[in-house]
């Protein structure tokens, strides 16, 4: 798909947002792979863990009363209460952290955490990772196999109203090939030439 901006050279700070189930976390481990300099944000959740995801790696994965304490302090970059489930956010610090190292900053979060970061982080360029389709999507989430039919039917809700904000982004990247959108992302993010 085509960029709708180009970003400025200055930015040094991306996120990637779309629906659930996308494949933002393929393409964010193909995009750190490519390029091991780019900095991973770890964004902080009340839900339990997946298998094989790995506390301060995958997540933090906090209690309710230490995820308001963190918000409470305004040591929450963005957060939202996702799927009428469970709490997911940024934290702040380790961003700020990186920028100031002069790294370049990824965050992979949800459209919600997208409208919040434009008002604490202006400069952050945004980009919208698109599913080929609707039923694409579903089957997706079916194949991964964590979630039943209530949590999918919830975040199938969840994700039309995503997509129909795409428009609000500042690029937006079809994921019909993870290889593909890797690239166009890099591209974007000026990795590559």
Partial sequence: MTTQTSPHPTHRAFLIAGPSGVGKGTVVKELVKRK???????S??????RPGEVDGESYY???DDEF???VDAGDMLEWAFIHRKNYYGTPRKPVEEALK????????????GARQVRKTMPDVYQIFLMPPSVEHLEERLHGRGTEDEE????????AREEMAAQSE???VVLND???RATEEILHIMGEIV
Avoid: H, N
């Fill in 177 to 179: 090939s993870v290889a």
């Fill in 68 to 70: 308001q304490a963190m």
């Fill in 44 to 49: 902080a959740t009340t839900r339990q863990p």
């Fill in 151 to 158: 949590a999918i039917a919830r975040r199938m809700v969840t």
């Fill in 36 to 42: 091991p300099d780019i900095w991973l944000s770890i």
């Fill in 101 to 112: 190292q002069g790294k370049t900053a990824l965050l992979e979060i949800d459209l919600a």
């Fill in 61 to 63: 994965f906090v209690t």
């Fill in 169 to 171: 982004f500042d690029a």
